[in-house]
């Protein structure tokens, strides 16, 4: 036995040894923290004593402990959390990982940026750098090849290493009077970098998506040309200044060029810039990748037939369509005080020859009030995951909810077809049963919302929903059967149309190609304020995300054009949950008082139109003063109109108490269910327990 303990002692000795010499021999490295726990848990079996063998064993186990601790630390496990949210959002998509395990092609390198000894950093500053830090981590060990070098920086003040973090153009945060953190990274490829200048604890949601996207940017060597043809000017003006905010977004990752409303007219120019030699006269798939039309208000039939050829030659459009445009109504100018605005770019646009080739029926003239998705101001709709009937279309697969304003609707032109017979239809979104059409004028008059209020009283019951996003997909046929022609060309004599020979031969009537066509009713929804807003910070400021709108649409056109595997991280949008029961219980009793203030309103309207009559009446006798019998009328009629005036106030009054009733039992129910259950479990514990007691 003795022997024995010579021999662990040994062993044990020759351990400790080769740990010593771990730190000098790098073929020893990985080993070290194994030998030094082998070599205490061998000298625990040499003492006599229990007492010191215990001892040996507590050393033992925190040995282990503490080696566990350092291997995890080098693996990605130690980054790993449970992810009990209900979306998964702090949970890696799919596509990150195939983004960083097989896409990622070229060196990356994050110069991450923070300040972690400030005194009076913000609470949820606090809790968000864990977060950021467990993430870059995390996506560094998952990046194939080692691809990602992550470096951890803390720019302490008045060091070199502020400079290189405010030379990288990431944002100083004042904390205090005197204190300043920084608290933002810029990623870099090669030749090329962006900066992510603060990462915002409220915008935790777009976390992935930032990084991802900012490492999408940098090794993405080949930026697909995208198209885009739209009334507005898309460079000038927003909340930034510096154009849609959108349009900024876009331009990291794409090429937008401007086709104007007139695109074969701009190709030329285009071509020769990109040089991609000959410029046919349509619009080729394979160089511009996808049309994106954002309110074509006015468009021309040429233009509309350049649309219609790109289609049948497999291209996919995205157009953006309007009953009434805000931002268009705000780029009208008042030619006199009082005055209505005027120019500036039309409130409506549609597709009209497209549409009606395709049986879908759109209403430039009337704007949608859906009360199971209004907010405050009836004519702003926040669609939720009720409004998306298709489970698993990847563009909406993680967006929470889109923002709509001032929205139309498509339905089928003529009921018994679908629409786009002879293709793939799919309503992407969808409005509720309780809806209706308004004329637009009133979105913008002062009374406006009080009128919305009670719209859906005049509403026509019907089972059917309007579409507020349609998709149609396969091989198009041509909405311009006899071509782009006008009267005087069947003037033309034969050598005319012998010279014009060539240019015919390129316009197809069918398609040669499968395409896409998405339908949008509103074109505001990617404007500032509803889909990203801008913040001012110090010299300039940063993006945030509002609502699904912007994710959604880049998600078709990554669809399209970009990677797919970007479309799960961009769509963690701020997650709102409407009130779907209290709202539809709003509705119904909006529709009853609905019916009945319409019913008083009528009176009331009745009585005054009696009243004018008698003023008109006197006004041809001359009279200057009325007799009994026309006072007694007056006084019948104009008490008439104060009754149902009145009556009508009751009866709003009567709805809001109604309504207040829901919200405080709702309350009530939520506040109170929980300890009531609480204290009745606990009862029948103590029942059950006294019932034991007494039966012993």
């Known amino acids: 036995m003795n022997a024995l303990k010579y021999l662990f002692f040994i062993l044990s000795a020759v351990a400790f040894t080769a740990f010593g010499l771990s730190f000098g021999n790098e073929d020893l490295g990985p080993y070290r923290w194994l030998l030094l726990l082998g070599a205490i848990a061998l000298l625990s079996f040499t003492p006599n004593s229990r007492i010191i063998r215990a001892a040996f064993g507590t050393a033992v186990l925190a040995t282990l402990v503490f080696f566990v601790t350092q291997l995890l630390s080098e693996l990605s496990i130690a980054n790993k959390s449970i992810d009990l949210t209900e979306d998964k959002r702090y949970t890696l998509t799919e596509g990150t990982r195939q983004i960083l395990g097989k896409e990622l092609q070229d060196p990356v390198t994050i110069n991450y940026y923070v300040t972690r000894d400030v005194d009076g950093t913000p609470a949820s500053f606090k809790r968000h750098i864990p977060r950021v830090d467990s993430f870059l981590r995390e996506i560094k060990n998952l990046a194939k090849d080692d691809l990602i070098t992550l470096n951890f920086i803390d720019p302490e003040p008045n ?132 049309l994106l039309l954002i309110h074509p208000a006015g468009i021309t039939p040429a233009a509309e037939f350049a649309i219609d050829q790109y289609l049948l030659r497999g291209g996919t459009v995205i157009a953006c369509l309007d009953p009434m445009s805000m931002v268009a109504q705000q780029s009208a100018r008042p030619m006199a005080p009082g005055m209505p605005p005027q120019g500036g770019v039309p409130t409506s646009s549609t597709l009209p020859t497209l549409l009606k080739k395709h049986n879908i029926a759109f209403n430039t003239e009337q704007v949608i009030i859906d009360r199971s998705y209004a907010q405050q101001n009836p004519g702003v709709l926040l669609l939720n995951k009720e409004a998306m009937p298709i489970d698993d279309d990847i563009s909406l697969a993680s967006i929470q909810n889109l923002a709509l304003l001032a929205s139309g609707g498509f339905s089928s032109l003529e009921k018994n077809r679908p629409m786009g017979p002879g293709l793939q239809s799919s309503r992407l979104v969808e409005s509720s049963y309780q809806y209706t059409f308004v004329n637009s004028q009133i979105l913008s008059s002062p009374q406006g919302a009080q009128q919305l209020r009670f719209a859906l009283g005049s509403r026509d019951q019907s089972d059917r929903r309007q579409s507020y996003i349609t998709r149609l997909s396969g091989t198009f046929e041509t909405a311009f059967p006899d071509g782009l022609t006008d009267p005087a060309e069947e003037q033309q004599n034969d050598k005319e149309k012998e010279e014009n020979k060539d240019q015919e031969s390129t316009q197809l009537t069918t398609g040669i190609s499968s395409a896409n066509l998405y339908l949008i009713a509103d074109s505001d929804f990617l404007y500032d304020g509803l889909s990203y807003q801008f913040r001012q910070f110090g010299q300039s400021g940063f993006m945030q995300t509002v609502s699904g709108n912007g994710p959604f649409m880049l998600n078709l056109i990554d669809q399209a054009v970009g990677s797919k595997h970007l479309i799960g991280a961009r769509a963690r949008t701020p997650h709102y949950r409407s009130f779907t029961v209290l709202k539809e219980k709003e509705a119904e009793l909006e529709k009853v008082a609905g019916d009945r203030i319409k019913a008083l309103q009528e009176e009331a309207n009745q009585a005054n139109q009696e009243l004018q009559k008698i003023r008109s009446q006197l006004t041809e006798n001359n009279s200057a003063q009325s007799n009994a019998e026309y006072q007694a009328q007056i006084a019948e009629f104009r008490k008439a109109e104060i009754d149902a005036r009145k009556e009508i106030r009751e009866e709003q009054k009567s709805y809001q108490a109604q309504i207040d009733t829901i919200k405080a039992g709702i309350f009530w129910k939520s506040v109170l269910i929980v300890p009531l259950v609480v204290i009745l479990l606990g009862l029948l514990v103590f029942i059950w327990r006294k019932i034991l007691t007494n039966a012993r």
Do not use: C
Request: aromatic share 6%; hydrophobic share 35%; charged share 25%.
């Open 159 to 290: 060091t070199d290493e502020e400079d290189a973090a405010l030379l990288d153009q990431v944002q100083q945060i004042d904390v205090t009077q005197d204190d300043k953190m920084i608290f933002g990274a810029s990623i870099s490829s090669l030749d090329k970098k962006t900066v992510i200048p603060i990462f915002d604890p409220e915008q935790e949601t777009q976390l992935e998506f930032q990084v991802i996207s900012a490492i999408t940017e940098v090794t993405n060597r080949n930026t697909p040309v995208i198209g885009i043809m739209s009334a507005h000017n898309l460079d000038v003006g927003g909340q930034s200044r510096q154009g849609w905010l959108f349009n900024q977004i876009l331009k990291r990752t794409y090429d937008p060029i401007n086709l104007s409303m007139e695109p074969i007219t701009q190709l030329e120019e285009i071509y020769q810039e990109r040089k991609w030699g000959d410029t046919p006269d349509y619009l080729d798939p394979e160089k511009i990748k996808l």
